[in-house]
């Protein structure tokens, strides 16, 4: 199993342009999230998915949208990109049983300049 | 979600046992208590976890109070490659609404293993 995959795991923006962070994951988890890490920081949660067609919003969702179509897919929207947005995106997911334990991605490393 | 406290860094010399203390006096009966472990830019990685008794997988141990206002994540024989922050997490893994999939990490404890 490769677990969580994040793409791309660089990218640099410019002001005002859009972009999709890609998720997937092999693990037939149910349970997807995407967080956000600004340096020296703790992860916020962006937005959250229960299964397939099902999204909330978590702590930070403003700026954001996501999808998710299929179990293994999760990828996260920036329509407008602006500078506040730089940061490092981590996807997780997780079985039903223990909403707990996530697995991680490597993190997509995003800069908008 | 519970509040923990963790000291801010921690020294520890290669092969020798790491323990890594939480507080989380706040704990209720539902809580339990996770570690996880961020290496320099990766995603952070699910050590333990535990309710009320200790735990052990082969990563760690994980001791856990009687009152659960504490617990110390115990690594037996640090290696350098356990240079990392660690963060303990208290949370209801069953939670829902607005608290779910949020796992506060807060700022964790910075362990360097020295050769």
């Known amino acids: 199993n490769a677990g969580v995959t994040q793409t791309p795991k660089f990218r640099i923006l410019k002001i005002g342009q859009s972009m999709t962070l890609q998720c997937a994951q092999d693990?037939?988890?149910?349970?997807m999230y995407w967080y956000r890490q600004d340096p020296g920081m703790g992860l916020k949660l962006i937005y959250y998915?229960?299964?397939?067609?099902?999204?909330d919003k978590g702590e930070v969702p403003n700026g954001y949208n996501v999808s998710r179509s299929t179990t293994e897919d999760f990828p996260l929207r920036l329509e407008l990109a602006a500078p506040s947005q730089t940061s490092v995106y981590f996807c997780?997911?997780?079985?039903?049983?223990?909403?707990?334990?996530?697995?991680f991605g490597e993190g997509s490393r995003l800069t908008v300049l | 979600d519970a509040k923990t406290t963790q000291p801010t860094s921690m020294d520890c010399a290669e092969g020798r046992a790491a323990n890594l203390p939480c507080n989380h006096s706040?704990?209720?009966?539902?809580?339990?208590v996770y570690w996880y472990r961020q290496i320099h830019s990766q995603g952070p990685q699910y050590i333990i976890h535990?309710?009320?008794n200790n735990e052990t997988n082969e990563m760690a141990s994980l001791i856990i109070t009687e009152d659960r206002k504490s617990s110390t994540l115990i690594l037996p024989h640090a290696t350098l490659r356990d240079t990392a922050v660690y963060y303990c997490?208290?949370?209801?893994?069953?939670?829902?609404?607005?608290?779910?999939?949020?796992?506060?990490f807060g700022q964790g404890t910075i362990l360097t293993v020295h050769p």
């Open positions: 997780a997911s997780s079985s039903g049983r223990n909403t707990g334990e996530l697995f």
């Open positions: 693990m037939n988890h149910n349970y």
């Open positions: 998915s229960v299964g397939a067609g099902i999204t």
């Open positions: 706040t704990i209720s009966g539902n809580e339990y």
């Open positions: 535990g309710l009320k």
């Open positions: 997490i208290v949370r209801d893994p069953r939670a829902g609404g607005t608290s779910y999939g949020k796992l506060t």
